[in-house]
């Protein structure tokens, strides 16, 4: 199970943990949508539209590895790697709990704890789990250059063993 809990009641910082495992912590962004944080050591950012209905994360090299569109809605979706993570709200009026759904059935959710605290817990059987040893594969290919920079195509995640020390 992912957790995310803030590390400071005055700051936007969440502490990101996997079974009780630091994993992160994640910066979220004052003045627009979107936050940072360095997971294996290699920092990562989400990029949120102005509207924050769509968000994506990109690595150092300005790779798009996700996407999430409409954000905030009833349905929203998370694409990675050519795979599509359907999410629904449980309520109309309530937007604390998210339910994961595989072939029109729950599988997972994403939750707070409480209304009175920012926690959130995340059960998401399936999806990769986030951690050391998960590196993007991916397959360079010049697609232009704009702003002096090689554009990267994301070809799929996989799991590396992690090395044993």
Avoid: C
């Avoid at 920092?43 to 999430?68: H, I, K, M």
């Avoid at 986030?130 to 697609?143: E, F, I, K, N, Q």
């Amino acid at each position: 199970m992912l957790t995310a809990r803030p590390t400071s009641v005055w700051r936007n910082r969440y502490e990101i943990a996997v079974d009780g495992r630091p994993l992160t912590t994640w910066d979220q962004s004052f003045w627009k949508h979107g936050g940072t944080f360095t997971l294996d050591s290699r920092p990562y950012e989400v990029r949120g539209n102005f509207w924050g209905t769509r968000s994506t994360l990109v690595d150092q090299l300005g790779g798009e590895l996700a996407a999430a569109e409409r954000v905030g809605r009833r349905r929203w979706t998370v694409t990675s790697a050519g795979q599509t993570y359907r999410f629904q709200r449980t309520s109309w009026w309530n937007s604390s709990r998210q339910e994961l759904y595989v072939d029109d059935r729950p599988v997972g959710s994403v939750a707070r704890r409480s209304a009175w605290r920012r926690d959130v817990d995340a059960d998401l059987p399936g999806v990769p789990a986030p951690g050391p040893g998960v590196r993007a594969r991916r397959r360079h290919r010049d697609v232009g250059r704009r702003a002096g920079r090689r554009h990267v195509e994301l070809s799929g995640v996989y799991a590396r063993p992690a090395a044993r020390g």
